[in-house]
């Protein structure tokens, strides 16, 4: 193997990059518009929940509960209506997300410590939000609840010497603050790698069946195992080039601090490269035009994204689909940037994910690049 054909064949293959505009328009825009659109307009977090309030009892136990709800940061009264028929017309005409309905008798039942009653709502029409309006609107009632309880107890120590209770006390770990943006940024930094390589790879090689010079650096002294090698490394360095500049705007940025080690980080990225850089190849020996390899291309990287756990859990998933996604080397990848970046563990806890995006990556490549020096012969 010459090491000077492959810095050549890498310089070329870089030069022929940087020139064309479709290149170099994947390679900077598209990065920054998924970590920006990620980061920013993908996001579970909901604020200002339009919310119809309808009060029966309007007493001040009830108006303290609405407070709370208002308070909160999370819901908006934007309407206060006089008859519970209004519900159905707002929520069907989506101008609010949720109803609260507190009934007659609230605080007569607060009063006499028997449990009392509310309704909430919910235009589940979209089922994630739903579900995380739903969360907001436990946490909501459970503390009122929790302040009302607290009330009388403080009146029964008067009679009682020793009032028995639990002091429930909730702390997150990882993500205090329970931003979207810390669990968005880091997985963007996977798709972004797998998009660009894959994409990178795969065209480049079809490009010079395309233009017909494949044939012409076949017949020189490059041998097989030189090509590939010059036809990935411009993947491979770009590939590291965009996560620094990822790591750089999550953390100066988003302020989303490495928790563990950035050069362990980087040492697995390239574990991950060569799934992706694999990926690639393959992709190249069953394309025929640049056109046909990009859509190749998105046939293999959705799945890839949406079976990895980038958005959506895989405990939630069929059980079948469970199985699959173990064959997915973006899962394992997802796990490891996670466990650094976030709660920054180490290698005595990745070790299982490290072996089988390992296996994965030399498995893939080796296939990918024995189908492509059959495909050169």
Known sequence: MNIRRIIRLLKKELLQIFRDRRSVALLTVAPVLQLFLFGYAVTTDINHISTAVYDEDRTSASRELIDRFTRSGYFIEDYYLE?????NGLLDAGKVQMALHIPRGFAKDLARGRGAQVQTI???SDSMSARIIAGYTTAVIQQYSGAVMAQRLDRLRGTVSRVPAIDGRLRVWYNPDLRSARFMVPAVLCMILLTIT??????????EKELGTLEQLVVTPITPAELMLGKTLPGLLIGMLDMFFVLLVAVFWFHIPVAGSVLLLFALSILFLLSSLGLGIF????????HEATLTSFFFILPFIILSGFMFPIENMPRVIQYVTYAIPMRYFLEIIRGIFLR????EYLWPQTLALAAFGIGILALSAARFSKRLG
Do not use: A, E, N, Y
Request: neutral net charge; glycine residues 14%; without cysteine.
């Open 83 to 87: 008859d519970p028929g209004q519900i």
């Open 122 to 124: 919910l235009d589940g």
């Open 198 to 207: 894959v994409m990178l790879t795969s065209m480049s090689i079809v490009r």
């Open 283 to 290: 992709i190249s020996t069953i394309s025929k035009t640049q």
């Open 344 to 347: 920054g563990v180490g290698l």
